[in-house]
């Protein structure tokens, strides 16, 4: 029986990643968290960091701003000799409650908001594999 290997990671968007009017962050920021995932999805699968070769579907679903959390996961859904076929979402869990005279309010979200999808496939030298890794 095969165990499937998951990732997930939440971080806070800070302004620092806003990069629009309206403290908007770019989409290419759930892109390279789904990188970071990726890279941990091979360690634990491979023992190496490997390297992302192609995204074959990104959907951009709903707005991220600063502030907001963000839960990124992924899965690895498929391994070739060398080659691991994952999938990523990412997720709004908490947003600012934008509640005049108290900047610092916030509001964990009923139901998460998936703001981004994406599929694509990464690669591990076979020469670099050294086994699952838990």
């Known amino acids: 029986m095969t165990t499937e290997i998951t990732s997930l990671i939440r971080l806070r968007m800070g302004s ?7 403290e908007l962050v770019d ?31 990104v959907e951009f679903l ?18 070739g000799r060398t080659s691991r076929r994952m999938e990523f ?7 600012p409650a934008r509640i005049p005279g108290q900047v610092s309010a916030a509001d964990v979200l009923a139901e998460p908001v998936v703001v981004c999808r994406a599929s694509g496939t ?11 890794q838990g």
């Open 16 to 22: 620092h990643d806003a990069h629009y009017a309206g």
């Open 27 to 57: 989409g290419a920021r759930m892109l390279q968290l789904f990188g970071d995932v990726a890279t941990e999805l091979l360690i634990r699968s491979d023992g190496d960091e490997g390297l992302f070769v192609a995204y074959d579907q």
């Open 62 to 79: 709903a707005p991220v701003h600063a502030g907001d959390y963000i839960e990124a996961r992924g899965r690895i859904v498929a391994m």
């Open 89 to 95: 979402e990412a997720r709004k869990v908490i947003s």
């Open 122 to 132: 990464c690669v591990v030298p076979a020469d670099c594999q050294r086994g699952q």
